[in-house]
């Protein structure tokens, strides 16, 4: 095949150029995101039953919806939280359940259910999680001249009802979701003394609302030819149509003016939205799933610039842009793409001494790289921070092909062929060998896939762009490089190349001279490299993901007490100004949000979420450190957490940031431990484990009013008046609505806040005789404790017990609670957490390891029709793990899910230049060599293109150590794990492999 294409040169480079072209059109069409399009296989069930406390929203709702669940296809785990009139269930399915089928099949069990649950309850939302419900950026609107009240109405009107629609009529906008919005109601407060002297009460009020309120419709009447529409204005539209009702009391007509202050208010807010000290509306943009970042970034700065000249007042801030995050790591990962190939292509300069040489090996890998576009465009990829960190991890092995090509045609050059045959006989000789090592390269990949979860679908990409780039680089070193070679050549003379031993191969053939006269010494020396990595294993930390460096982070703090949510604000405010910690960014969602998608987290308006960001990636340690030391001052039993802020990488692979979790539960029922005995299981927990602290329980105290029956039937008060009075005295009742426009107001009867004894002192509600009865005489008031939040999985109700801070030794403080739960009768624990989710895959990664080796040996078992040979270039794997290790411990590294498939991809790489020693070793003894002499012209003959292809792919590996962005910082343990093993393994196929070949032929001739 060789011998045929060097004689068609311009039908072999017109093809290439016309694959380029192809390559260059696709890389245009292709999609760029941050991540691969998955689906997250995850759905989130939020269940509303206002004025229910959780003890009763979990026994009679979430249970029976929870059980109903549990019988869904494909469920992995499920966990609820159930707070005061409101739950969150979260279900979590296996990767590959097709999560439409799911969604669909959540519905019909909810339907089923619904039969069941209370009947002024609404159903339950259902909602599918999704990478494009991921905002690209968030735009804060506020002014510095408005404070919460009737200025922020009207903005907040404004921002809904222009700014929103505006930014929704993008193209590549999807939703624009909101929240922060401020909403007006109509406020009656009724003069009391005056409807006691009148001998009224709030019925009466009420019923004079509705009779005014009602709408009559259109009536037809007909005049002689004419028909006309007759309209009935009976609707109240206005304060001034309310203030002017009619309402008979007793022998007098007056106005509801006259009866009760009438006034348009704030709705009671049960959320806000700050940026800084100014109360905000905050706008989420979502962009289309189809759309680029790019052009949505151009049009929305295009917009905002307008929207700073036609409204000067309002102030504009874009926060958590994602397209920024998204164009800076995908620049990143092509200056790395760029500065490897360059470095790799540098070294062979050094090596090759010829000018013609080094160009035609750097022609791989802008061919194959652009010709790789085209093959994503074929198999569905989208330039993403995968795909692209495969192509830069695949761009020193991309041009080893090309290298081994060239340096072998160069040899038989040396040795006096002519070019012709040269090219012919240079290139034969290693398309066995090459294939083989890309095979075992690419081999490594495939059991990649069968990784459970989200890490299986996230390497698919990147095993797929590597595999495409071996394949081109393969197939441009055997049919494009000896063409043009033979061009450059062909009017050459025989022995025109003169291949001159280098000192470097001078200093190796002395090496392996002396590691041949020690060799029990030297063998030795390398097998204790396996107790090294075993000793490298048990020091080096377990973590699932590796840790990314951010100036940002999300701060989420429950006060853990009944706080309203301007003492959440004040509170909040004060935090934030004792922080030391320059802020650039501060934005707080304090109480219940109004999004629409971001309805995964349960709110209360003792909840409060920051996102803070700084100066450097320093920002989020300083600032865990110092708010956890304030809230442990201040504020002891506050609950707080802290995360990365919301990516899709981190909507995919994101845990709960939590590396142990202890679930204390009954053993029996479905109840849960009680608060005291929770207490002292802690203060046990404290003895056990001194320095160790807890996570305070979601423990709340609450005033319980016990209603007296028998004085309700004495006195002639139905229970649904007095619950009607006591809301009306606490929280305003909703008694009508008011028309405006396209706004619809409540009117809602309020009275002036008072403490709870003075309200149930004062207080008076009409009995049936006519007589006003207090309060007091038909309520009494307690203190009691209880849980604020129910938590429950797919076992039932437990108790979390979470540590406040990462434990040092994680397996003793399992054994600990352990032990002190055993003494407790009737309880039970699970754990759970980030630790042992890191345990599982590392189980897992083993597997995958281990089906690598075994698909290692049956292609090299083809390759030399041996069963022994194979294991002799396997025998270095295991040497190698301790360069992986190493390095990793070094640069202060870690195991995880990055650097396990670093050391599988290591083991595919390495051993391609110990198949090309075995093969030329193998070759010469055919020719007649006897044993030692084979094997030592064999390494001689090596040494150069192993050294080359080792420093190329270390070079283009290297950019990745030093890269932020994310593409770089993910892929970095990777990129440290293979550099080990190559830098090691490198000594080892120098070295160890003829000791071994050795030691394994000595009894043969």
């Avoid at 030391?580 to 003792?606: C, F, H, R, T």
């Avoid at 770089?968 to 293979?978: H, K």
């Amino acid at each position: 095949m060789v011998r045929f294409l060097i004689h068609r040169p311009v039908a072999v480079v017109m093809t290439y150029v016309a694959l380029l072209l192809m390559g260059l059109a696709a890389l245009t069409r292709l999609p760029v995101a941050l991540m691969p399009d998955i689906d997250i296989p995850g759905i989130t069930v939020r269940v509303e039953w206002r004025n229910t406390s959780c003890g009763e929203l979990e026994n009679t709702v979430v249970t029976p919806i929870r059980r109903q669940l549990l019988q869904v296809s494909g469920l992995e785990d499920i966990t609820g939280e159930t707070r005061n009139g409101s739950a969150l269930l979260r279900l979590r399915f296996k990767y590959g359940t097709p999560v439409d089928m799911a969604f669909i099949e959540v519905n019909e069990k909810i339907d089923r259910v619904m039969a069941g649950l209370p009947r002024d309850m609404e159903r339950p939302q259902v909602i599918r999680a999704s990478v494009t419900d991921v905002p690209v950026f968030y735009l804060n609107l506020y002014r510095d001249d408005l404070q919460a009240g009737e200025g922020f109405l009207e903005m907040s009107e404004f921002a809904g009802e222009v700014i929103r629609k505006r930014i929704e009529q993008l193209p590549q906008v999807a939703l624009v979701d909101v929240t922060g919005f401020s909403f007006p109601e109509l406020v009656i407060t009724p003069n009391e003394q005056k409807l006691y002297s009148l001998g009224m009460g709030h019925e009466e009020i009420r019923q004079a609302l509705v009779r005014s309120n009602l709408s009559m419709g259109n009536m037809t009447v007909r005049e002689g030819p004419y028909r006309f529409v007759i309209r009935f204005s009976s609707v109240l539209r206005s304060v001034e149509d309310v203030k002017n009702i009619y309402i008979g009391a007793g022998s007098r007509i007056m106005k509801l003016g006259e009866l009760a202050e009438i006034r348009l208010a704030e709705r009671e807010r049960k959320g806000m939205f700050f940026t800084g000290d100014h109360p905000a509306v905050s706008l989420a943009i979502i962009q289309q799933a189809d759309a680029r970042m790019a052009g949505l970034k151009k049009e929305m700065m295009q917009l905002m610039k307008s929207f700073s000249e036609d409204y000067p007042g309002l102030r504009m801030e874009l926060v958590r842009d994602q397209s920024s995050f998204l164009e800076y790591s995908i620049r990143n990962l092509r200056s790395s793409l760029l500065i490897g190939a360059l470095l790799a292509f540098a070294i062979m300069f050094l090596f090759l001494h010829d000018r013609r040489s080094p160009w035609l090996a750097g022609i791989s890998i802008p061919v194959s790289v652009v010709i790789s576009f085209l093959f994503f465009h074929l198999a569905g990829l989208s330039i993403n921070l995968i795909s692209l960190s495969g192509l830069v991890l695949g761009v020193g092995m991309i041009i080893d092909n090309s290298i081994i090509v060239i340096d072998n045609i160069r040899q038989h050059l040396a040795r006096g062929s002519d070019p012709e045959e040269a090219c012919v006989r240079g290139t034969n000789e290693v398309i066995r060998p090459l294939i083989s090592s890309v095979l075992t390269t690419c081999a490594v990949f495939v059991p990649l896939v069968f990784l459970s979860g989200m890490a299986g679908a996230l390497f698919r990409d990147q095993a797929i762009a590597v595999s495409i780039g071996l394949g081109l680089s393969l197939l441009v070193s055997i049919t494009l490089l000896p063409v043009l070679f033979y061009a450059l050549r062909k009017k050459g003379s025989p022995g025109q190349v003169r291949y001159e031993t280098t000192l470097a191969e001078k200093k190796y053939e002395k090496g392996l001279a002396a590691v041949f006269r020690n060799r029990a010494a030297w063998l030795v020396v390398f097998v204790l490299l396996i107790p090294l990595a075993v000793v490298l294993f048990r020091i080096l930390p377990m973590e699932t993901m590796p840790v990314l460096s951010r100036d940002d982070v999300m701060v989420k703090i429950d006060w853990n007490e009944n706080i309203s949510l301007d003492e959440n604000r004040i509170r909040t405010q004060r935090l934030l100004g004792d922080m030391d910690e320059p802020l650039l960014v501060s934005n707080i969602w304090i109480g219940e949000q109004q999004y629409m998608l971001e309805k995964d987290e349960e709110e209360s308006p003792a909840t409060v979420k920051l996102y803070l960001r700084g100066s450097d990636s320093g920002t989020p340690r300083r600032l865990r450190s110092e708010i956890s030391a304030w809230l442990r001052r201040n504020y002891r039993v506050a609950r707080v957490s802290f995360a990365p802020p919301p990516t899709v990488f981190e909507q995919l692979f994101g845990g709960d940031n939590i590396p142990v979790e202890a679930r204390i539960s009954v053993k029996e029922g479905e109840t849960v431990p009680p608060v005291e005995v929770m207490r002292a299981l802690v203060d046990s927990l404290g003895k056990r484990l001194p320095g160790m602290r807890f996570r305070p329980l979601p423990v709340q105290e609450y005033t319980l009013l016990r209603i007296d029956s028998e004085r309700l039937l004495l006195y002639g008060v139905s229970q649904d008046e007095l619950v009607n009075r006591l809301r009306s005295l606490f929280r305003g009742r909703e008694v009508e609505t008011l028309r405006t426009g396209s706004r619809l107001i409540p009117v809602v009867i309020h009275e002036r806040r008072q403490p709870v004894g003075e309200v149930l002192q004062q207080s008076l509600i009409r009995a049936e005789s006519g007589t006003m009865i207090p309060l007091q005489a038909l309520v009494s008031p307690e203190k009691q404790a209880g849980y604020r939040i129910r938590f429950a999985g797919q076992h039932g109700n437990y108790v979390p017990l979470i540590p406040a801070e990462e434990p040092v030794g994680v397996d003793e403080t399992v054994k600990v609670i352990r032990e002190v739960v055993a003494g407790q009768p009737g309880l039970r624990v699970e754990f759970t957490g980030d630790y042992f989710r890191a345990r599982g895959l590392f189980s897992e990664m083993v597997w995958v390891l281990l089906i690598s080796l075994l698909l290692l040996y049956f292609i090299l078992a083809a390759q030399f029709e041996s069963l022994t040979q194979p294991l002799i270039v396997m025998l270095e794997i295991p040497l190698d793990l301790a360069g992986c290790l190493f390095v990793l411990w070094v640069f202060g590294g870690g195991i995880n899910i990055m650097s396990m498939i670093g050391v599988v991809v290591m083991a595919g790489i390495i051993i391609n230049d110990s198949i090309l020693k075995v093969d030329t070793i193998n070759h010469l003894r055919t020719e007649g060599l006897p044993l030692e002499k084979a094997i030592r012209e064999g390494g001689l003959r090596r040494f150069k293109p192993i050294l080359m292809t080792t420093l190329t792919t270390v070079l283009a590996l290297l950019p990745l150590l030093f890269g932020h962005a994310l593409g770089s910082e993910l892929q970095r343990p990777l990129a440290l794990a293979v550099i080990g093993g190559l830098v090691l393994g490198t000594a080892v196929s120098l070295y160890f492999i003829p000791l071994a070949y050795a030691w394994l032929y000595r009894h043969k001739k």
